[in-house]
């Protein structure tokens, strides 16, 4: 049972900063993409970034391009999102997720495997 385990979320003001970190259980190789989603209260979940493990190319979503930053750290087993600038609408539940085959892809229909319970992220103008 794969284990993904997010921290670092919790409460500031807009233009303010937070880390989230998701640690795994397995070796951050065995996956070929992690990537992180939010989804706040009456919306659809929303691609955030993700790193192809292998290459470390990235990719974000529009909305966080310039602000965010996703990076990894293979020795810990540990994908990182440095979320700088945020934003009253940054305001959401952010999940890690992990897949082991296909396109590393965080657009509509995405689809990843492995999932964590999540850290919410609220920020206060």
């Known amino acids: 049972q794969v284990q993904l385990v997010e921290s670092g979320g919790g409460s500031v003001q807009a233009g303010g900063s937070l880390r989230l970190s998701c640690e795994a259980a397995?070796?951050?190789?065995?996956?070929?993409?992690m990537g992180w989603f939010r989804q706040a209260p009456g919306k659809e979940r929303e691609g955030v970034a993700a790193?192809?493990?292998?290459?470390?190319?990235?990719i974000y979503a529009d909305s966080v391009k310039g602000r965010f930053t996703i990076s990894q750290d293979n020795a810990k087993n540990t994908v990182y999102l440095q979320m700088n600038s945020l934003k009253p609408e940054d305001t959401a539940m952010y999940y890690c997720?992990?897949?082991?085959?296909?396109?590393?892809?965080?657009?509509?229909?995405?689809?990843?495997?492995?999932w964590g319970q999540g850290t919410q992220v609220t920020v206060s103008s």
């Open positions: 397995e070796y951050t190789y065995n996956y070929n993409c």
């Open positions: 997720a992990a897949k082991s085959r296909g396109y590393c892809y965080i657009g509509a229909g995405a689809i990843f495997s492995y």
């Open positions: 790193i192809a493990t292998g290459s470390g190319n990235t």
